[in-house]
């Protein structure tokens, strides 16, 4: 089976410039959560989507936005970028939770992020 | 506001000592606690889920453990390899209403090092 997958892997922009980054979920996965990692504030999280609709969003701009598709794929998009958004984004999935205490989430390798 | 830890930072053993990771959380109200291994310029690896009504999990030659009236989780690592370098994280996850995963809350991770 294969994992999350994440494109591109890597990416270069420029500050005011705007960026898509994709993930592709574990196949028959429906919950798709986004992460931000930074060396300084670690890992944190940015919005989490299921069954096409945005179910929880982390305390970040409006800047950041995301969406999932019918095939739970999932886009975030950052607009009007900053120097501080310069980090590695991660993408996570996991299954429809069938008993109580959730699942495992599994991460993709993730998209590194530089803003010049 | 749920806030989570790891002590230490950082860690380095002789290779073939069993060690133990420690993870503490402010909020005793969670959902399920996830240790996972980041390589170097990679994504996570999920090592253990523990949901709210588990005291314990194992794989191999690690164990985790929760004890959620303490707001506490440790991993302890049998035999340690060199292989098994890489920063170790904490995650507690919060259930989010509509049945979808939630997010979770990231420790800033213990970096393990083990000495051949």
């Known amino acids: ?116 | 506001k749920q806030e989570v830890t790891q002590i230490p930072a950082a860690l380095s053993v002789p290779e073939g000592e069993n060690l133990v990771l420690n993870c503490s959380f402010t909020d005793s109200a969670i959902y399920n606690l996830q240790w996972f291994r980041q390589d170097p310029g990679k994504g996570l690896t999920s090592l253990l889920l523990i949901q709210s009504s588990q005291r314990e999990q194992t794989s191999g030659r690690l164990n985790a453990s929760l004890d959620k009236s303490s707001g506490r989780s440790t991993l302890y690592i049998a035999a340690s390899q060199p292989g098994d370098s890489a920063t170790y994280l904490c995650a507690v996850g919060r259930k989010n209403y509509g049945g979808s995963q939630g997010n979770l809350i990231f420790g800033k991770g213990t970096k393990l090092s083990v000495k051949p």
């Open chain 1, 1 to 116: 089976k294969a994992g999350v997958t994440q494109t591109p892997r890597y990416l270069i922009k420029t500050r005011g410039q705007q960026v898509t980054l994709s993930c592709s979920p574990i196949s028959g996965h429906r919950s798709v959560s986004w992460y931000q990692q930074t060396p300084g504030q670690g890992l944190q999280f940015l919005f989490e989507y299921f069954s096409e609709t945005q179910r929880n969003k982390g305390n970040f701009p409006g800047r950041f936005s995301g969406r999932q598709f019918s095939n739970s794929r999932s886009e975030m998009n950052v607009s009007t970028l900053e120097l501080g958004d310069s980090a590695l984004y991660l993408c996570a999935s996991s299954r429809l939770p069938e008993t109580s205490g959730g699942d495992t989430q599994y991460f993709g390798p993730g998209t590194r992020l530089t803003v010049l």
